[in-house]
């Protein structure tokens, strides 16, 4: 009787220290499922692997995917994203297609990308040609605006 009450006891035990991993949000990357998950933002299928980006929502754990980089940062801003400076945003490196963090990633600006922002994530700055600009990705919001802008004036001839 008492090996049974032991068995009992430990097995409420383990269930409880179960329930409280339930509890913890992850913010780890999700399972990408390349030619079938879309942008957030533009909806097209996320295909590149070159300059593909992963958004966690550090609130809930939801995942977002995007195709380049210049989508996030205008979905944050059209979406009125609150929890976009806590936001873990996971993009990959455009010559190992490791996945990397966005925030501290180097960037470089003459590439063509799906949606032709240009903006390609570095895991070093070692990695980017000599000569080219090499950007932070505090940098990269202004840029995209004036990029969105040009664009839009285009458009309107």
Same mark, same amino acid.
């Given at each position: 009787?008492?090996? +049974?009450?032991?068995?009992?006891?430990?097995?409420?035990?383990?269930?409880?220290?179960? =329930?409280?991993? $339930?509890?913890?949000?992850?913010?780890?990357?999700?399972?990408?499922? #390349?030619?079938?998950?879309?942008?957030?933002?533009?909806?097209? +299928?996320?295909? &590149?692997?070159?300059?593909?980006?992963? +958004?966690?929502?550090?609130?809930?754990?939801?995942?977002?995917?995007?195709? &380049? /980089?210049?989508? +996030?940062?205008?979905?944050?801003? %059209?979406?009125?994203?609150? #929890?976009?400076? $806590?936001?873990? /945003? #996971? /993009?990959?490196?455009?010559?190992?297609?490791?996945?990397? %963090?966005?925030?501290?990633?180097?960037?470089?600006?003459?590439?063509?990308?799906?949606?032709?922002?240009?903006?390609?994530?570095?895991?070093?700055?070692?990695? /980017?040609?000599? =000569?080219?600009?090499?950007?932070?990705?505090?940098?990269?919001?202004?840029?995209?605006? $004036?990029?969105?802008?040009?664009?839009?004036?285009?458009?309107?001839?």
């Amino acid at each position: 009787m008492n090996a +049974v009450r032991l068995l009992f006891i430990s097995f409420l035990i383990l269930l409880s220290f179960s =329930g409280c991993e $339930k509890g913890k949000i992850s913010t780890e990357l999700h399972e990408v499922h #390349w030619d079938r998950d879309m942008c957030a933002r533009c909806k097209m +299928v996320t295909s &590149d692997r070159r300059h593909a980006v992963q +958004v966690i929502n550090p609130e809930n754990g939801k995942s977002y995917m995007f195709d &380049d /980089i210049g989508c +996030v940062l205008l979905w944050f801003d %059209d979406e009125k994203i609150t #929890w976009k400076d $806590k936001a873990k /945003i #996971w /993009i990959t490196d455009v010559d190992t297609g490791k996945w990397i %963090d966005a925030r501290t990633a180097f960037y470089d600006s003459h590439n063509i990308t799906p949606m032709a922002y240009g903006f390609a994530a570095h895991a070093t700055k070692e990695s /980017i040609k000599a =000569g080219e600009e090499i950007l932070h990705f505090n940098a990269l919001f202004e840029r995209i605006l $004036k990029i969105e802008e040009e664009n839009n004036n285009r458009r309107a001839y």
